[in-house]
């Protein structure tokens, strides 16, 4: 973690306003190690950077995790959204927590950039702030135990995410293209996600636990069969 934290250090010059924070991370589902996280928000400090900080798979972490929040460092910005604490995916509403002097500012450029969601669903997502989500992250981790189970049988190559609704598994197949095969999958009645939607990737695909225990064995099995063929 040493050489990392010195090539943070190394990468920031006067131009360097901000660090920015995915964790839980999109599509590995990993956390950082804590020391590392802690240095990260000290070389902020040192250098008087903002850190935004993405947060919104944090409800289904289950192990040791800290939110950027836990520091009290007055240059922390982080983001939250309903669409995965609350699976009020259709009401697209998110928020962020900051300190006040930073939020005015974001909400002076917010009103320039953007129309605002609409009162109704506003008064809604403060409602479901109330609402205990740890049955819904239970069955999460259920659905997302059923994937590693049925990849692990698949010997699919997957790191077991430490907070997330998803699976980011490796196709060791020479000449894999996750794109193509996300396409020809459809035709099967499977839809996972190529790995290219989230950088360089080619041979990783994202497969998703939002759906019944069901649908979800029925989809691995689908993939299984797939993969099958292609071997």
């Known amino acids: 973690m040493g050489a990392f934290n010195e090539q943070i250090q190394n990468t920031i010059n006067t131009n360097t306003k901000m660090i920015v924070l995915n964790y839980p991370n999109n599509p590995t589902g990993k956390i950082l190690p804590e020391k590392l996280q802690d240095q990260i928000i000290e070389i902020a400090k040192k250098n008087n950077l903002y850190v935004l900080s ?30 995965k604490s609350h699976a009020m995916t259709g009401f697209r509403i998110g928020y962020a ?10 909400a002076k450029l917010e009103a320039l950039c953007l129309t605002n969601v609409s009162e109704p669903i506003q008064y809604i997502a403060m409602k479901a702030l109330e609402a205990d989500t740890s049955n819904n992250n239970k069955t999460v981790q259920d659905r997302l135990n059923i994937l590693i189970q049925k990849a692990n049988e698949m010997n699919l190559d997957i790191v077991v995410p430490d ?13 894999f293209d996750g794109v193509q095969f996300a396409n020809s999958t459809l035709e099967k009645g499977l839809a996972v996600a190529p790995g290219e939607g989230f950088g360089n990737y080619k041979n990783f695909i994202r497969i998703s636990a939002c759906q019944d225990e069901k649908t979800l064995i029925e989809g691995m099995n689908i993939l299984k069969n797939i993969m099958s063929e292609d071997q």
């Open 54 to 83: 993405d947060e919104i798979y944090s409800e289904y972490v289950k192990s040791n995790w800290k939110s950027v929040l836990s520091y009290n460092y007055e240059k922390s910005i982080v983001t939250q959204s309903f669409s």
């Open 163 to 175: 907070g997330a609704m998803y699976i980011f598994a490796r196709v060791n197949k020479e000449g």
């Open 97 to 106: 927590i900051a300190d006040r002097k930073i939020i005015e500012k974001m």
